[in-house]
């Protein structure tokens, strides 16, 4: 059964960090796309950032192009997200998900392609 469990949510200050991480099982996190996607409350999901190691395809959202990196350790089967610069709108909860590839749809990452979501971390940015 595929499970993914993101974690490492939190309280900080505004230009802080986070890293968060997507705990996988039941599938290898290099061999198929993981995206990671946020929710602030009153809007809709919105996938920041993807990345499918095998085939070297990696996407980043716009809105977060130069401050979040998405990595993976294939050893430990988790993809990580690491947050910089962060500000007060990157506060949402986060989720990450799994899916065949990264499905761009525009400059968008196709929400409804991903499946198997995890419970979701918070992050709160403070201004």
């Known amino acids: 059964e595929v499970q993914l469990q993101a974690s490492g949510g939190g309280l900080v200050q505004a230009g802080g960090s986070l890293r968060l991480s997507c705990a996988a099982s039941g599938f290898t996190v290099d061999d198929d796309a993981v995206g990671w996607f946020r929710q602030a409350p009153g809007k809709e999901r919105e996938g920041i950032s993807c990345?499918?190691?095998?085939?070297?395809?990696?996407f980043v959202a716009d809105s977060v192009k130069g401050r979040h990196t998405i990595s993976s350790d294939n050893a430990k089967n988790v993809v990580y997200l690491q947050m910089n610069s962060l500000k007060p709108e990157d506060t949402a909860v986060y989720y990450c998900?799994?899916?065949?590839?990264?499905?761009?749809?525009?400059?968008?990452?196709?929400?409804?392609?991903?499946?198997?979501w995890g419970q979701g971390t918070q992050v709160t940015v403070s201004s």
């Open positions: 990345i499918y190691k095998n085939k070297g395809d990696i």
């Open positions: 998900a799994v899916a065949s590839y990264c499905l761009r749809v525009g400059d968008r990452l196709s929400v409804p392609y991903f499946r198997s």
